[in-house]
């Protein structure tokens, strides 16, 4: 093999797995899946991954259900001081919400920063995207 095609095989591979690397880093908790991503020494704070339990809703005088964030659980205790950051999106990937808080139990409730003063309407969540860091 020449040194120019050995040159690009190695480019394309670099491609590929940049391309994979990044779809990982971008992983989406659907039906409070489990979810976890990003490099090794980032994954130690919680080798099992954590779920979306609840969208922190509320129903007094909306027509249809509210959320104004998001509550995370399964919280291992290493990510405490973490930073927990939730985008909730619709099924165009549009932002619908987006908040952050830091992590100081299993459980963490995020409440959006972002959102309209009433909340997003609970049925055009379609993926919540949670990120420790």
């Known amino acids: ?4 095609r050995y040159l690009a095989a190695f480019g394309a591979a670099g491609l590929v797995f940049a391309g994979v690397f990044g779809a990982a880093a971008a992983l989406d908790v659907n039906n409070a899946g489990v979810a976890q991503s990003g490099e090794s020494d980032q994954l130690s704070c919680d080798e099992n991954g954590v779920r979306v339990v609840g969208y922190n809703l509320d129903t007094n005088g909306y027509r249809t259900a ?3 964030g998001v509550t995370v659980d399964g919280i291992a205790n290493a990510c ?3 930073t927990l950051v939730v985008r909730t999106l619709d099924d165009g990937g549009n932002q619908l919400g987006f908040g952050f808080a830091e992590i100081t139990d299993n459980r ?4 959006y920063s972002d959102a309209p003063r009433n909340g997003v309407p609970v049925e055009d969540i379609e993926r919540v995207q949670l990120t420790i860091g």
């Open 80 to 82: 405490d001081g973490k």
């Open 108 to 111: 963490q409730s995020v409440r």
């Open 66 to 68: 509210r959320s104004f």
């Open 1 to 4: 093999m020449s040194k120019k």
